[in-house]
């Protein structure tokens, strides 16, 4: 093998990437033993001869960036050999020749695995499209129900990539930027990972606003003395008293991330000089073991705040209950030397390892231990999973429950038996009757907070003592929707309201059936059609739900029978005769888009090169692996295939007229005050144009008066219609669409 590298690489370049390799092994966080070392070292040969032919945009041999996302997988994430083996072959299967039965046979199933599961994500589309950003975020979430290091590699291969932008375009570097800030800090801050998190932020803030990041790091260089001395300052101190307690401490200064900074100067609007914590002071101290380490912090906090006052309010004690990511440490905010406030952060090295490892050092020290807190991770992974097989419909609207779940701050409340919850800051009452038992949740009648009843919209404080009380009669209300904060009680409530509409929709679809028997109308889709033009409605199943709530009386039903009769009836009635049913005339139905599902849903598609449907062909989805959905004809040849294979990747679709989808406007009208007006404007919109109108406001300014009217409208042509007719209305000068 190595006689045949010589061709592609140059001597000088395989002693770098050997170089490179034997470091990854030697800076591994976990000890490995010689059969891993000798996986490792496989993996690596393997993916040197596969990458033989590949170069990087710098030039340097392809080979450098996998050994690198190794090193981060073994030795800042922390994984062990298996994730590092992996990490260096994975982009064997995607760049190469080599195929998952390949790595199979070499490696065994659990690296084959992981590797195809990053090959997957590799192929989700790119795009600045936030939707199918969103998209490929829930899907990047799903393979964490495989193995969650699929995402570690992930998040490390990004951060090696984001580490070696700087010679691809621009617009590349700011996609990727851009995406990174979006997913993958988020998930990387979840997952415990704060050092990855804040390289990720500062790098993204490097592409995404270059300017203000060059600041920042300028003014931070230039500031790096004075901060030093400070600390310098503080620790003569305290450190002397530190000693005299026995206690064996660190002592360092950490400046902000350049990405919190920056952040906070756009958040108040101030200069660099005007953020007052640009960094703070960390204590870690050595504990001899774990039961005492919660009694030295609060030693060292009566040390410190007995040299320096501090601010009761700026206490945050993450020692009894750590953050949801496995943080834990004492912060207290003191006024320090020079009268300045500065942060201290009191941690003993088993935390300060988890605060920086995350996810890998929290295993190693749950192994063997019995009472180490059970890890935030592994209850939020499992929240995520429950969510996930939820049915959800709407993905931007999964995107922003779980980013919310991502980054929000923690509360602990406990329940009447004194277990802890931890849920996101600003959590209601409703939120926590969701974590506890979706049934619970559900039900939810009413609650008790330290024995005071409250509304259901109450918001938790830690420390609570939450008691819920639960009805059989109670169910979800679409006002839930606007109390809730966590994604696993919008998603529960979500579902929930999606069922109980299904419900009514196939309640009014019975109603239908019957009433049109009645009405000695056939049941049939030309029926359902025209009915759907008569009141408007985009789908049918508007159309049943409308029938189910009752919106559409017998009184409609029988008006759109008489319109029936008027083109094709009279006849019929007179002589008995059966007519057949009629093309409306101008009614041409005009169909444009295609939607899916039973719930008729509008999702991004393409139309299939093998039978290019045209609309109103009876059609049928078809959910791709790469290409996301794609629409054969029913009578396609390649239906039958289609549907015996894969037929759960079959997605029912339907033609349908998108003009026939309502809109709303907001109309604001100006003109001279006279008596009337505001009717003569209602009127025109309800009885003459028969729109929908759904809000009017005027107010009168001294003759003059100004107001606004919300209107629902079904394309433009109606909205020109109605700004000329308002116009002409007397006394009205000036429309405008907001
Ligand atoms: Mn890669």
Redesign the pocket.
Known sequence: MQTDLMKYYTPEEQKAMDRAFKELVSSAYQPLSRKEKALIKKAYEVAKEAHKNQRRKSGEPYIF??IA?ARIVGAEIGLGPTSIASALL??TVEDTDITIDFLRREFGEKIAQIVDGLTKIKKLPKDSDLSIQAENFRKLLLTINEDVRVILIKIA?RLH?MQTMDSMPKYKQERIASETLYIYAPLAHRLGLYNIKTQLEDLSLKYTDPEAYEEIVTKLEKSAKDRQQYIEKFKKIVEGRLREEGLDVAIEGRPKSIYSIYKKMKKKGVSFEEVYDIFAIRIIYKSPDIKQEKKLAWTIFSIITDLFKYNPNRVRNWLDQPRSTGYQALHVTVLGPENKWVEVQIRSERMHEIAEKGYAAHYKYKQGKDEVQEMGVDRWLNQLRDILNNPQTDTMEFLDDIRLDLYSEEIHVLTPKGDVVSLPKGATVLDFAFYIHTDVGLHTRAAEVNNRIVPLNYVLNSGDVVHIMTSPTQKPKFQWLNITKTGRARSKIKAFLRQEENEIVEEGKAVLQRKLRHLKLKYNDDTIQKLQKFFKLPTSRDLFYKVGTGEITNENLKAFVDSQRLFSGLFKTRWGRKAKPQPIEGEAVNYDLIVFGKDEQRFDYSLANCCTPLPGDEIFGFITINEGIKVHKKTCPNAIHLQSRFAHRIIPAKWIDSSQQEFKVRLKVRGADRPGIVSDISRLITLELKYDMRDIEFHDLNGVFEGEVAVYLKNTSQLKELMLKLKEIEGVEKVEKL
């Open positions: 960036h996998p996302v994975h982009d291969d990539n």
